[in-house]
């Protein structure tokens, strides 16, 4: 897993409060408690807030590879819009975030049945190229997840992702990456990514459930129906992807109706994800769990 690791600041009514979080790290955790061995290779800092990135991986089973901060461990401040979706405001950790890729993890990609990667700088050059040398050869699954506020460049941002991403296993895409990105059709981004030789492209599309389309055909699935209210939906799409993600570990589904599978069994762990706060992968079967890990350690 290669992608971004931080603290969310939420502010909201009932005051302000710290959980770990960041889209790669969802994943990361979620793939563990799925019960795959997972390596995070993240930028985290020597401060309180890398101790506390570094403690909540530990809790769950995750190896973390860092790379160096030195501007600090990165931070959202997360506030409510008046939609109720979350607004980032990102300090300059993150939005100048980047990853170095030792030997330690080099070996770790190169022993890996799968890479992940999500919340990515593409839109720095540099990193970009650092990221296609160590992914020569590599299964590769991806989610741009470009956030606003970390944005620098849209177009470099396109060019980046569209170079790693050629040939991957898999891409997830929503439809808030197609509105940032492309020109908001999230069917047409759909259709271009195939082209570029990605093998299966996930989209999801938040109430109107998620689309699968792969060389076996095109499965569709709506959003779960479960038990209990929904808290949260930030970690919908982190929860989506570990689950899809943890179904290729050990070889893509032979047939479509196996991709449909994949796709309503990750539906519903996207569901039971959205009835606890915070990013931290839930299952159906384990909705009655305590909140261990919910707010970080």
Known sequence: MIGDALIDEIRDESGVRELVGGAALNVAVG???????TTLI?????DEAGDHIREYLADHGVTLIASEAPRGSSRAVVQRAANGEPEYVFNEAAQRRSIRYTPAARAAIESADLTVVSCFPFDAAAEVGALGDVLAGARVAIDPNPRTGMLADRE????GFERIARGAQIVKV???DAATLYDGDLDALRARLRGLGVQAVLATAGSDGAIIETDEGTSVAPISELPGRVIDTVGAGDATLAAVAAGLVSGAPSTQEAWRSLLQR???I???T???????LRTPESLSDADRGIRGS
């Open 174 to 176: 929503g439809a808030d």
């Open 156 to 159: 470099e941002f396109v060019r």
């Open 266 to 268: 990750a539906m519903d």
């Open 274 to 280: 959205c009835r606890a706060e915070g990013g931290l």
């Open 31 to 37: 793939l563990r408690r799925l019960g795959i061995e």
């Open 42 to 46: 993240a930028m985290v800092g020597a």
């Open 270 to 272: 996207a569901a039971a």
